[in-house]
């Protein structure tokens, strides 16, 4: 199992930037393919983007690309996820997940482990 745990979340204005981090411990880091979900208030768990356990290989959700990035160390067992041009319907709660690598990336089932998530907070 790996334990992952999100941070950066909070409040920002429309168009602003924030940066989300996910700390892994307990399995080797760099043995999974790590992702991004976020949940709205009311919606189901929608997939945000990923990137595989080697770092080489990032996807994202339409509606985030060319705004959103996702990165990963893995000598600091972290994986990042960069915001910018943020927009109301941004509002969520995000979460990081790891899956063994060489699956489906935007398949929620493939995802072994979670965090707790961070509160994300766009205002108008």
């Known amino acids: 199992q790996v334990q992952l745990v999100e941070s950066g979340g909070g409040s920002v204005q429309a168009g602003g930037s924030l940066r989300l981090s996910c700390a892994a411990s307990?399995?080797?880091?760099?043995?999974?393919?790590m992702g991004w979900f976020r949940q709205a208030p009311g919606k189901e768990r929608e997939f945000v983007g990923a990137?595989?356990?080697?770092?080489?290989?990032?996807y994202y959700a339409d509606s985030m690309k060319g705004r959103f990035t996702i990165s990963r160390d893995n000598a600091k067992n972290t994986v990042y996820l960069q915001m910018n041009s943020l927009k109301p319907e941004d509002t969520a709660v995000y979460y990081c997940?790891?899956?063994?690598?060489?699956?489906?990336?935007?398949?929620?089932?493939?995802?072994?482990?979670w965090g707790q998530g961070t509160q994300v907070t766009v205002s108008s």
């Open positions: 307990g399995r080797t880091f760099s043995n999974y393919d």
């Open positions: 997940a790891a899956a063994p690598p060489g699956g489906t990336l935007w398949l929620i089932t493939n995802y072994i482990d």
């Open positions: 990137i595989r356990r080697s770092g080489g290989n990032t």
